[in-house]
C-alpha cells in the first residue's frame, strides 16, 4: 500500500451531513460524496463538503430544499451580522 504525503492527505475532501430528527440536531462526517448524498437524501440533511489543511468549506447544499429535477439546492450563506450574502450573483458580478 502506497502512503499519502502530508499534503495528499490534507486535499481529502470530507463531507459533513447535518440533519434534524425529533426537534434534535445531528451531525457525521463521511468520507465519500457519496455516501454523504445517500445520507442526507434520505434525511433531508444539509451537505458541506470541506477540504484542505484549513478546513475550507467548498459548498453547502440543502438537501430539503430540491429544484425540479431534485438536486440540491445551495444553502443560504449569512455573515455575522446576519445580512444574506449569495455567492452565485456575486461570483456573476464579479466576472461581469
Known amino acids: 500500500m502506497e502512503r499519502k504525503s502530508p499534503r495528499e492527505t490534507a486535499r481529502e475532501a470530507r463531507y459533513l451531513v447535518l440533519w434534524w ?16 448524498e ?6 433531508n ?22 429544484d425540479d ?7 443560504e450563506w449569512r455573515d455575522l451580522v446576519g445580512q444574506v450574502r449569495v455567492p ?3 461570483a456573476a458580478e464579479a466576472a461581469a
Open 21 to 36: 430528527m425529533s426537534k434534535a440536531p445531528f451531525a457525521a462526517i463521511f468520507s465519500t460524496a457519496i455516501a454523504a
Open 38 to 43: 445517500a445520507a442526507a437524501s434520505v434525511r
Open 45 to 66: 440533511g444539509i451537505v458541506i463538503a470541506m477540504s484542505g489543511s484549513d478546513i475550507q468549506v467548498d459548498e453547502v447544499r440543502d438537501w430539503y430544499w430540491r
Open 69 to 75: 429535477e431534485g438536486r440540491p439546492k445551495p444553502a
Open 88 to 90: 452565485r450573483l456575486e
